[in-house]
């Protein structure tokens, strides 16, 4: 299989199944130097792991993950860096109606029909925890990006017809859902009981803000940094639209709202506003970088389904075992995570783009 690695300098290859041995990740291009241990990483596997509340599967992972290469006496070498996380809690037999039928919404009949075969336990590659790798790459780009003082600050928006309207960032870690908003978390929970009670499930808008990354990353035509950032966001697998700034709003704006004027303020050029949410012509310009994330509902319910098995037969499919009635709480960190391999890259690529940095490097290092 290909297409299982991202990015350019900073190179991550995920691999592993569902049911598998285990999952885990390859990352080069890392600089030697970074401080970096499991602790590191395992804070953020921790944001994704199921069985964190009654919103989530019940499938019982530790997600503990381990450093097999790429690091020495707590920093990185240099050399790629070999991560591992093992699979515990895995229940194949809740796939065995499905193992000849493909399950409205999942990636059955398509990756079928690519490779004439298909691992139907939890969906293989094709399942959510092939982000174990994501994140666990994630963690080491963040940390890279924390060294510039690049930050992240990212949340629910949305689940379902609930919208944060209020904006409490410390909020953010105190409902299951990750929303800034204590009353939308609420609200929330109740709708999500609706949607159990009925065997349903639930979609929702993620925001990824992130705060102090400079100017002049990404380029004009085909590496456009929001290209970069939209294809990352899209390669999650419940992901179905990406905004950037204003997002599809400018649509329906006039160019004297939509544009972003200037000013200097400190010293510097900054914007009187950010309505292109800190892209502009496909490279970044210092200001804020607004991401949103559309993910559609759990594929996975309990309710009837109609479908056929792989002789064609017609079907009502019930869907059983541990799934989420909502991805977005856990999605969370896979958005921010994606975003921070993005811009990991973009640095490094945006390294050479100027001779007369280059110059300062080499001259500085003499």
């Known amino acids: 299989m290909s297409q299982s690695s991202f990015g350019k300098k900073f190179t991550v290859t995920t691999w592993g199944e569902s049911h598998g041995k285990a999952l885990g990740a390859v990352i080069d291009g890392c600089p030697a130097g970074l401080p970096l241990c499991e602790n590191d990483i395992q804070k953020a596997l921790d944001r994704r792991k199921p069985g964190q509340s009654r919103y989530t599967t019940a499938r019982k992972e530790g997600d503990r993950v381990e450093i097999l290469s790429g690091v020495f006496e707590g920093k990185t070498t240099g050399t790629p860096i070999s991560l591992i996380v093992f699979n515990q809690d895995q229940r194949s037999r809740d796939y065995g109606n499905i193992a000849c039928s493909y399950r409205p919404g999942h990636a059955d009949y398509t990756f079928d029909a690519k490779y004439g075969f298909r691992d139907y336990r939890g969906g293989g590659r094709s399942s959510g925890r092939e ?10 780009a963040s940390k890279i990006l924390s060294e510039i003082g690049v930050s992240f600050l990212t949340y629910t928006k949305s689940i379902g017809p609930v919208t944060a309207e209020h904006f409490d960032p410390d909020e953010i870690s105190r409902n299951p859902f990750y929303m800034p908003d204590a009353e939308a978390g609420k609200a929330a929970g109740e709708y999500l009981e609706t949607c159990m ?10 925001e990824c803000r992130v705060q102090g990354v400079p100017a002049g990353l990404g380029d004009p035509v085909f590496g456009k940094l929001d290209a970069l950032l939209a294809q990352a966001m899209m390669s999650i697998g419940a992901v179905k639209a990406v905004e950037i700034g204003d997002g599809t709003a400018v649509s329906q704006m006039k160019g004297s709202q939509d544009n972003d004027g200037f000013c200097q303020k400190d010293g510097r050029i900054q914007k009187l506003s950010n309505h292109a949410g800190g892209i502009m012509g496909g490279i970044s310009d210092g200001e804020e970088i607004v991401i949103r994330v559309h993910v559609k509902p759990t594929p996975s319910i309990s309710q009837p389904q109609n479908t056929v098995t792989c002789k064609g037969e017609e079907i009502a499919l019930e869907i059983h075992g541990r799934h989420d009635p909502v991805i977005v709480p856990r999605a969370v960190v896979v958005v921010e995570s994606m975003a921070a391999l993005v811009l990991t890259d973009a640095l490094f690529s945006n390294m050479s783009a100027r001779m007369d940095h280059i110059r300062r490097f080499y001259r500085e290092t003499e």
Do not use: E, L, P, Y
Request: hydrophobic share 45%; glycine share 20%.
């Open 131 to 140: 982000t174990i790798g994501r994140v666990a790459a994630g963690a080491i």
């Open 197 to 206: 009670k009925n065997q349903d499930s639930a979609g929702g808008v993620i």
